[in-house]
C-alpha cells in the first residue's frame, strides 16, 4: 500500500514543475510566449513519465518491504532549469530514497530499473496512440493535438529512460550496471535507439514508417 508523507508530495510537485518548464524552455526555444504554449502539452509527457517513474521505485522498494520516500535534490533543480537555456535537460530533480539497513545489489538494481522501465513502457503507449491517430489527424484538429501531446510524450519518455540509465554518479544506470551488465546493456540500448529516433527522424517519421506511409 502506497504511503505518501506531506513533504514528499511537496517535493514531487515542485519537482514536476520545474522539470516540466525545463523541458518547455528547450522545446519552446526559449522563446517566453512559445514556452508558455507548450508548457501544458509538455506537462502531460512530464507529468506521467516523471511522477510514474517514481513511483516505479517506490512500489518496488515497498514490495521489498522497505519504506521509500521521494526527497528534492535542489541543485538538480538548478541544473534543470540552468542546462534548458543550454538546450538540453539535466532531468535529475531529486529521488526516491529507500531506507534499508542492508540490500543486496540485486534488489537495489530492480528498485533502480523501475523508473527507467516504466519510461520505456510510457514511451511505447505513446507511440501507440500516435499510430492510431495519424490517419485521422489530417482532418481533425482534435487528432492533431492528440498526436502532438503523444509525440512530446514519446520522446520525453525515452530521454528520461536514457538519461537515468547512464551509468554514473548515483544515476540508476550505475545500480543496474552493479547488478547485472547484460540488463542494463539491453535497456539503455533499447532507451537510446528510441531517443536517437526521436531527435534524429522524429515522431511523425517513425510514426510513417511503421504504417508503411
Given at each position: 500500500?502506497?504511503?505518501?508523507?506531506?513533504?514528499e508530495i511537496?517535493?514531487?510537485?515542485?519537482a514536476?514543475i520545474?522539470?516540466?518548464l525545463?523541458?518547455?524552455?528547450?522545446?519552446?526555444?526559449?522563446?517566453?510566449?512559445a514556452v508558455?504554449?507548450?508548457?501544458?502539452?509538455?506537462?502531460?509527457?512530464?507529468?506521467?513519465?516523471?511522477i510514474l517513474?517514481?513511483?516505479?521505485?517506490?512500489?518496488?522498494?515497498?514490495?521489498?518491504?522497505?519504506?521509500a520516500?521521494f526527497?528534492l535534490?535542489?541543485?538538480?533543480?538548478?541544473?534543470?532549469?540552468?542546462?534548458?537555456?543550454?538546450?538540453?535537460?539535466?532531468?535529475a530533480?531529486?529521488?526516491?530514497?529507500t531506507?534499508?539497513?542492508?540490500?543486496?545489489d540485486e534488489?537495489n538494481g530492480?528498485?533502480?530499473?523501475a523508473g527507467?522501465?516504466?519510461?520505456?513502457?510510457l514511451a511505447?503507449i505513446?507511440?501507440a496512440?500516435?499510430?492510431?491517430?495519424y490517419?485521422?489527424?489530417?482532418?481533425?484538429e482534435t487528432?492533431?493535438?492528440i498526436?502532438i501531446?503523444?509525440?512530446v510524450g514519446?520522446?520525453?519518455?525515452s530521454?528520461l529512460?536514457a538519461?537515468?540509465?547512464?551509468?554514473i554518479?548515483?544515476?540508476d544506470?550505475?545500480?543496474?550496471l552493479?547488478?547485472?551488465?547484460g540488463?542494463?546493456?539491453?535497456t539503455?540500448a533499447?532507451a537510446?535507439?528510441m531517443?536517437?529516433m526521436?531527435m534524429?527522424?522524429g515522431?511523425?517519421t517513425?510514426?510513417?514508417?511503421?504504417?508503411?506511409?
Amino acid at each position: 500500500m502506497f504511503k505518501f508523507t506531506s513533504s514528499e508530495i511537496r517535493d514531487l510537485i515542485i519537482a514536476f514543475i520545474v522539470i516540466s518548464l525545463s523541458f518547455a524552455i528547450v522545446n519552446g526555444g526559449r522563446n517566453p510566449s512559445a514556452v508558455l504554449s507548450i508548457l501544458p502539452i509538455v506537462m502531460v509527457g512530464v507529468g506521467a513519465g516523471f511522477i510514474l517513474h517514481e513511483l516505479g521505485h517506490k512500489f518496488v522498494s515497498m514490495k521489498y518491504g522497505y519504506w521509500a520516500e521521494f526527497k528534492l535534490w535542489p541543485q538538480g533543480l538548478i541544473f534543470a532549469l540552468v542546462s534548458s537555456f543550454l538546450g538540453f535537460v539535466f532531468a535529475a530533480p531529486g529521488a526516491v530514497y529507500t531506507y534499508a539497513n542492508y540490500m543486496t545489489d540485486e534488489i537495489n538494481g530492480k528498485i533502480s530499473i523501475a523508473g527507467p522501465v516504466v519510461n520505456i513502457i510510457l514511451a511505447l503507449i505513446f507511440l501507440a496512440i500516435c499510430v492510431a491517430i495519424y490517419p485521422s489527424a489530417f482532418n481533425s484538429e482534435t487528432s492533431v493535438l492528440i498526436f502532438i501531446i503523444c509525440s512530446v510524450g514519446y520522446s520525453i519518455n525515452s530521454f528520461l529512460a536514457a538519461f537515468n540509465l547512464i551509468p554514473i554518479g548515483n544515476l540508476d544506470g550505475s545500480k543496474v550496471l552493479t547488478w547485472n551488465a547484460g540488463i542494463w546493456t539491453i535497456t539503455i540500448a533499447i532507451a537510446g535507439i528510441m531517443t536517437v529516433m526521436s531527435m534524429t527522424m522524429g515522431v511523425e517519421t517513425i510514426v510513417r514508417i511503421i504504417l508503411g506511409f
